[in-house]
């Protein structure tokens, strides 16, 4: 098996190949695996060519090439990796909050990035979002309350049954339940005191799905 440093070397140069093209520098390796000294990373070369993970080629200059990929990696660059991903994991991440979404008849859309929303990177990985704050309680019925706030998955299409940010008219913007009925959109409450709306699918435009929700008790 590799040692940590060796392997990190060999990823790195075969990611970096692939990617531009050309091998990296030996100042590229060197920030790569952490080492102060080009003398380090000819040790490290010298030991992948010798196992036949690297070749030199010749009358070539920085001519490496990759021969071959380790099947396992070192039980430290697991472990490390591993501490990486926890940490981000747990990291904070501010995210847009636009302002204000009614869950209730429509407000004017709002979309000022100049406040920011902090969420643990778990919550919004994988995508762009926004926050919103909710206010009314037309989405009661399924625990969306007045002054949660709802995290957003930015989205233009959206399957039946997703609840998203409806924007009607280019003006007024809704939390509301979606379903879509030939030439129609019905943007459906989740509570009894309201009215579903049926609306011609040229009227409505979908600017997100529901990700995620915040609720603060005090």
């Not at 929303?117 to 704050?133: H, I, N």
């Amino acid at each position: 098996m590799l040692t940590p440093k060796q392997y990190k070397l060999l990823m790195f140069i075969n990611k970096t190949t692939k990617e531009t093209g050309c091998c990296p520098s030996f100042d590229e390796m060197k920030d790569a695996v952490g080492l102060k000294s080009k003398s380090g990373i000819y040790a490290l070369i010298e030991a992948l060519v010798e196992r036949n993970f690297l070749r030199k080629l010749p009358h070539k200059a920085r001519a490496l090439e990759v021969v071959r990929l380790p099947k396992l990696k070192p039980s430290a660059v697991i472990a490390e990796e591993k501490k990486k991903e926890d940490a981000l994991l747990n990291a904070m991440v501010e995210i847009p909050l636009y302002g204000y979404i009614a869950a209730g008849t429509p407000i004017e859309a709002i979309a000022n990035e100049n406040d920011k929303f902090s969420v643990p990177y778990e919550m919004v990985r994988g995508g762009q979002y926004y926050a919103l704050k909710v206010e009314g309680d037309s989405m009661e019925g399924i625990g969306i309350l007045n002054g949660d706030t709802v995290i957003i998955k930015k989205a233009d299409t959206a399957q039946n049954g997703d609840i998203v940010v409806a924007l009607v008219d280019n003006c007024e913007a809704t939390l509301k339940q979606i379903k879509k009925e030939g030439p129609e959109v019905l943007l459906i409450p989740k509570n009894d005191s309201y009215e579903v709306r049926r609306l011609p699918a040229s009227r409505v435009k979908v600017q997100g799905i529901l990700s995620s929700l915040v609720r603060s008790y005090h």
